[in-house]
């Protein structure tokens, strides 16, 4: 099935494809993990944050007093105190014309924004006293309106959030393409609906923690942080606060969940490093679950009016949206809270061969908390809104949606492929995803039980959707912007005197297995066995620049800089080996830790001989030779701005009528990632990317009262998806390598959370279909399925 | 401080003494005063349960209960599972199949699936995930640990002559 050719993965002993477990998962099932809150260190104090209790609110006074006096209390800031040690900032990009927003701060000056935005921040000896301590502060409020509606924040007169800013709109784009006009006119049905989605978070298991280590001797700060990419927040450091590139390290070790969560700018953790700073010893900051609610940033919170038209025939022929995203007081630092929306525009409709496409994006603040990018950025509306469209466009000419999506899929062997919106797609598998999909599932045969249950009074549905995943971003995303976030990634291997191999990477780990995956392709490529390959990541002081663990990169990018190190590094002991044996190095090889002749496999010496060699038996070695037993490669996708892979998801749910409940039943997802590392992890990534989007799709959300009150901040209120109410998941691929790595690796990690809702969504309309009632908001809870039924 | 209470215990096997404040729950307690970190607060309301752990034999979330109420208690850790192997064929289990990825829920998964088999020795599927409905995992989908834990249950009945 591999369509790539041979290549250095292909070597004997290959662990290219194979479900190596997770050498670095041992530490975690013995307890043994080390996350920042683990961490003590001298003289260490504790951070706790007093929050605005209002969605909008002028702050006339802050009297700390009494707090600050209180026995291990070491200090209690406000803004005023922090002015001018660090410089405030502001979330746009200069590639997102028109993206406006206001600066920000650690603490809020003179008026706070949203319900949970830090005020003041109070250090003490420990977490406790600095808990009991922070209700000594008193404030002294004026409550201001609250504008907390996306829509009526754009009303004309609608008092701006942002002063400075003159209106509450942060950023518009619109996209015209093809005749859309003339499609609709001259189409057989149109389909019409209105969608929202709800405001959701991340919920991390491990709360946003932060450790400062400011050592005033030597003016060196350590921060240990729990993040997806270091070399980005000492980069964020360095612009913002009084230090020099030498005198900033970042280590991030074990993350306890992060889902684009921890990859943003937040003012509480600013606040920590500017005290750290400001008091000279270690200041810890671990947020609570509260106020991980109403603190972390938000994710989607979208209504979208979409519009399908399609023939008889079954074309679709145009497709126009209107999308409306809330993202609260400001753009999220430094990526912004306008790639959201952006890709949803972007990527509605991108799988279908529709040519003629219509959207409208507008962003707007709110007085709730920032919105930004989340696990599968946009996709998962971009999805249910094509999707469940689709759906409704095969009702409306009685034609079987797996037909019509059939009918409609870029046909495989159509690439490279540009969509309307303008994305470049090099090399896709729709229509062989979904012939797969359709086969897996037994589609026939689950539409003659459905039909059968029906008939009892059992009422089952199957939705289906396609996807496509943006996954190894290039420099076009961020970095052209002005925001300090690298493309490339880079990997440094280094041959040890015992024949092990220490590799560093700038790719970062919080649990999705990119340590076992690029020591796989270094193993590999290497010829030496995986238990040998020591892997280094998250510290800015230890290993080569790079990006970090985001958008689907770590294995694609860091992969193949990990696979290019390799083979330079073979290069070199193989040169060595060379000298050493008086043998041409290209008739060497290395293979399971031993220096061979490559045509007969005959072994020549052990691997570790050639690292004695080189590093104590300089003696022994001519003259010329100096072993050189260190390589670093570095590697940045430039050909396409985006490797996108796509896949089909499907769900089968039953719909109890009586109380709105929904069961699932089953899920499948068809995924083509290109080449597979490790297929046991790739398939968990899939696997938990679905449950999010389950989750979104059912259960999650952050509910607000008109005031921007927050009605449901703990996760007693706030619903995650569980064992109990979840399937099980059954995964299949298909492989289609990117071409432009050797690797031919492209992302896995938000697939999943790409196509399960829409893939649910599309289920339970499937089962109200006998009914006449339909759902368009998300999360579908068993209340709106009742009133979507006129049950309630 | 008139607010602090003696208590004797046994943590891991090994006999425990200190003076903790009456409001110290037993996960702070773990963690703060025994650098026991293998335990975890997640939400320290009761709902996530990565900070289970085992109290006089029976799983107990950490977060809800006051480590001065635990005088002349046993607490097991994941610490103490561990060293003891009473778990290993579990954690082996996870780790091959991969029934985990960030870990930091995984301590009090695993406390509470050695109780879920000591008491129902070959669960179904459907018994596994509703035993583990108290313990919240945002990675791995559950489906993992659910397969995870049905293997172990294999092994300990075929180890046992069947079931």
Redesign the interface.
Known sequence: MTERPLSFLDRPNSYIGRSVPRPNAQRLLHGRGTFVDDIRLPRLVHAVFLRSPYAHARIISIDATAAAQLPGVVRVVTAKDLAGRYTPWVGVLTHMKGLKSAPQHPLAVERACWQGEPVAALVAESRAVAEDALAHIVVDWEELPAVADAETVLAPGAPAIQPALGDNLAFARSIDVGAVDDAFARADAVVEDHFTVARHTGVCPETRSILADFNPADRQLTVHHSSQAPHMMKEIILRHFPLAEPDVRVICRDVGGSYGIKIHVYPDEMAVIALSLLLGRPVKFVADRLESFVSDIHAREHRIGARMAVSKSGEILAIAVDDLTGIGPYSTYPRTSAVEGNQVINLIGSWYRCANYRARLRVAFQNKPPMSQYRAVGHPIACAVTEMLVDRAAQAIGLDPAELRRRNLIADDAYPWTSPAGLRLERLSHQRCLERMLELMDYAGLRREQAALRAKGVHRGIGLASFVEITNPGPAFYGVGGAPISAQDGCTLRLDPGGSVTLAISVTEQGQGTETAVAQIAASVLGVSLERVRVVTGDTERTPYGGGTWASRGTGIGGEAALQAAKALRANVLALAGAILQAVPDTLDIRADWIIDAASGAQRIRLHEVGRAGYFRGDTLPPDVQPELVATRHYQPREYPFAFTNGVQASWVEVDVDTGFVTLLKHWVVEDCGTVVNPLLVDEQIRGGVVQGLGAALFEECSYDAQGQLLNGTLADYLVPMAGEMPDIVVAHLVTPTTTSELGAKGVGEAGTAGAPAAVMNAINDALLPFGARITTQPATPQRILRALKRT | MSDAIDIRLTVNGEPVARHV?A??NLV?FL?EELG??????????G??G?CTVRVDGAATRACLIFAAQLDGARVD???GL?ESGEIADL?AA?????A????????GM?VTTAELLRDIPAPS?AE???H???????????????DAIETVARQRCAAKGGT
């Open positions: 404040p409001r110290q702070d963690r026991l970190t293998g335990t975890r607060a997640g939400c320290e309301h709902v996530c990565a850790t994941i610490e561990s954690q996870f780790h091959a199949r991969n985990l990825q960030c870990g930091f829920c995984t301590a695993l599927r596994i995930r509703d583990l409905s108290g313990n919240y995992c945002r990675c791995t989908g559950y489906h993992a640990i659910v």
